[in-house]
């Protein structure tokens, strides 16, 4: 959704997606704002409650039934498996996801893996594809007046397809743009501790074939996952930086993440949303 500085500052209703990779300060933006006016909508929150659910819970099931003493209890009913999602724990997702690599360290197989990136781009896109019908609840139902979407890192990933277009008809796209210092941070990080990610199918399969020579290795199953997702992270920032970008270039507008640091109230996130469609105008 594309305005003028005075159409966004009289929007009597705002609505905004935050983009940007994990650990720019989308979350911490979110929560600068009034939580008696702004209803929060975090995607990864929705992906691991609504759409991934099953598939959490069959995985931390199965991870159970190889402990006898929790098979048995499980097969009796006599205890029961929740995962506890919340807006700041996801950590339920993230593990669903995996590592690709040696199972033996920890690691899931090329397919399995492939398998659970599929189901989180699908949930990802239905999630997106919900922001419309959540805008329009918060209001109906909750009496909120303005909505800020927390979208997850991969969103890029999409391409303009529905999910997409719902983002763009019904919100402001604001990217988050992580400059160098702030893109080494990310990677140290990553580097530090390992987390796993969501990949482009195609864009794993041409970093997974450089990775295995410039190893030689002879499949990811000889991969520990830890090095791989090390050495992945900083490729991944690399091909998502343009694809952000574009979607910001197209259908929105872009602010330097450092300026996050800023925001202490929503008069601040106003105006640094209203100086950004300055500067693109």
Known sequence: MQMTR????????????????????????????PKTSWFHFSG?????????????LDNIKRQAMSVGFLRDLLRSD?????????VH???PVSTFLGKLGNPELGGLSLDEFRRRQQLHRQAEAAAMRDVADFIAKSREIY????????????????GYEEALRVLV??????????????????????VSSPKPLY?????LGRKLKEYLASEGLASAEDMDPDLFSRWIFPELLAHRKPLYQSI???????????????????????????TAIDRKR
């Open 89 to 91: 724990n996801l950590d």
């Open 143 to 158: 009496g909120y007046d303005h909505f800020i979407n927390d979208a997850g890192g991969s969103i890029c990933e999409l």
């Open 248 to 274: 910001a270039d197209s259908w929105g507008y872009t602010i330097d993440a450092h300026d996050v640091g800023d925001i202490s109230d929503e008069a601040d996130f106003l105006e640094l949303v209203a």
């Open 199 to 203: 990949f482009d199918s195609d864009c």
């Open 44 to 56: 990864d929150y929705r992906i691991g409650t609504k759409y991934l659910e099953e598939p959490i």
């Open 6 to 33: 005075s159409e966004f500052l009289n929007w009597p209703r705002k609505a905004v997606t935050l983009l940007g990779m994990s650990g720019v300060g989308k979350t911490m933006l979110a929560n600068a704002l």
């Open 78 to 86: 006599s205890i029961y498996i929740a995962s506890n999602i919340t």
């Open 169 to 190: 008809e019904n919100t402001l796209i604001l990217y988050i743009r992580a400059a160098p210092d702030m893109e080494d941070e990310l990677i140290r990080r990553a």
